[in-house]
């Protein structure tokens, strides 16, 4: 039974790398993000580890890069449903945002300091945004 158990949560957790990777390399190619800021908001994972993810849309991932994709779910997610298109949705990472939250900069800027304190709060900010 307990073997059945672990199995499960392991098929569980494989079946959520995957998704959450498919998301991942699909957003970075709506956000036309490069292979250093994919790693970065990956959380600043080695390069050859990043390839073998986007190679095989598999692998180890730790509940913070998780937590990472999932933060960056809400976000494009928030941003769908508050902008007019999913064209300006995705434009808005990479414009200046006057919000005191963003200071001048772009939403990509804050989420590349590597933190995931910063996806979060980006979050936060597009959930109030929506009110949610």
Not at 19 to 40: H, M, T, Y
Not at 72 to 91: C, Q, R, T, V, Y
Not at 100 to 108: H, R
Request: proline residues 3%; hydrophobic residues 40%.
């Amino acid at each position: 039974m307990h073997a059945q158990i672990e199995s499960n949560q392991s098929t569980t957790h494989d079946m959520l790398v995957q998704a959450g990777l498919q998301f991942f390399f699909s957003l970075a190619d709506k956000w036309l993000l490069n292979v250093e800021q994919q790693r970065i908001l990956l959380g600043g994972i080695p390069e050859s580890t990043y390839h073998k993810l986007k190679k095989t849309g598999t692998g180890n991932l730790s509940a913070d890069q998780l937590d990472r994709i999932s933060y960056l779910m809400g976000i494009f997610k928030d941003l769908n449903i508050l902008l007019p298109s999913e064209k300006a949705a995705n434009e808005w990472v990479n414009k200046p945002n006057l919000a005191p939250l963003f200071c001048g900069q772009t939403a990509l800027e804050r989420m590349l300091s590597g933190k995931i304190i910063d996806l979060a709060q980006i979050r936060q900010y597009l959930d109030a945004e929506r009110g949610a």
